[in-house]
């Protein structure tokens, strides 16, 4: 097939590992007779600095024009001045919002050969499968905000968290969905007991779970209690949905279950064109410039946008099982090395995946 990738590098070490990836997927055009073309734009920082725009109008054009869109990561200390008119941080809003990518997956998948990594026993993380669908366009990052100066000279900052029934219904749908492919379990998040933009979530959920999903198993935790579920009993969980505020700061802390952000690729979908696809970590600008940050998570990336953006199933498990039968052999980057196994730079460890691949 032909297919058209746009690559956004950003800020930090962006740039690095989508080089990398961008290999990986030439490899796969050329093993399997596809014809890839790529281009590629400005985000985040790096964007501010060309064009003083976050998103310049030239990305947005490129990007609805693609068939899939690879994001390395945006921002860093050098945009953090909270007096600055913007930040890189609202490229990426804003990039949801123009493809209206409205649900964010996430998948938390343990790797055996990395149990042991994970900061939690192995007896709880081991054969952790979980795979969150997090509202993305939707909640209090997008409801109406405000600041006000109070007589006494302080001040009032509010954040509205808003939802209406079209934006649960449809990442829910795609959650019971996607339950139905894997373990058939679902999970619903929220704070019912307290916000009425949960109560409405709740409502709109239970009644989609009995008239269009009765065959999936489908239950509702509250927000604190997952928080603490996710640390203590992992395992139990199979497909996770839950608002853009809870979903934030869960699949964050889900993270971390696999022992390393380096190893966990999200794709951000919407009801039509291309989807976003970016590793969970940030750009970690400590580390940039020094070929050492782990490549691995937007390989997998990569792998998400030829499976939900191309369909191409076969290349996309191609590269996760080339990544798995890598880390078999032992190969690790900093992040995930223990004891005396030998540092990979980011090159290197792609260098593998490649030779797996062929």
Partial sequence: MDATFVLLPGDGIGPEIVAQARRVLELIGTRFGHHFVFHTGLIGGAAI??????????TIRMC??????????????????????T???????????????????????????????????????????????????????????SLEELPDGGYRASSTMVYDT?????????AAEAARRRRNK????????VLEASRLWRRVCAELAATEFPDVEYEVVLVDAMA??????????????????????????ASMLPGSLGMLPSASLGAEGPGLYEPVHGSAPDIAGKGIA????????????????????????????????????GARTADIARGSQRVLSTVEMTDLILAALQ
């Fill in 87 to 145: 930040r890189p941080e609202a490229g990426l809003l804003r990039i949801r919002k123009e493809l209206g990518l409205f649900a964010n997956l996430r998948p938390i998948k343990t790797f055996p050969e990395l149990v042991d990594a994970s900061p939690l026993k192995r007896e709880v993380v081991e054969g952790t499968d979980i795979l969150f669908f997090r509202e993305l366009t939707g909640g209090i990052y997008f409801g109406p905000s």
């Fill in 166 to 174: 079209h934006e649960i219904e449809r990442i829910f749908r795609l």
């Fill in 294 to 329: 782990n490549p691995l998570a937007t390989i997998l990336a990569a792998a998400l946008m030829l499976r939900h953006s191309c369909q191409l199933e076969e290349e996309a498990v191609a590269i996760e099982r080339a990544v798995q039968d890598v880390l078999a052999t």
């Fill in 228 to 253: 603490m579920h996710l640390i203590s009993r992992p395992t139990s969980f199979d497909v996770v949905v839950t608002e853009n505020l809870f979903g934030d700061i869960l699949t964050d802390e």
């Fill in 49 to 58: 600095d060309a064009t003083g725009d976050p998103l310049p109008d030239e």
């Fill in 64 to 85: 609805t024009e693609a068939d899939g869109v690879l994001l390395g990561a945006v921002g860093g200390p050098k945009w953090d001045d909270p007096n600055a008119k």
């Fill in 186 to 193: 679902l999970t619903m998040v929220d704070k019912a007991n």
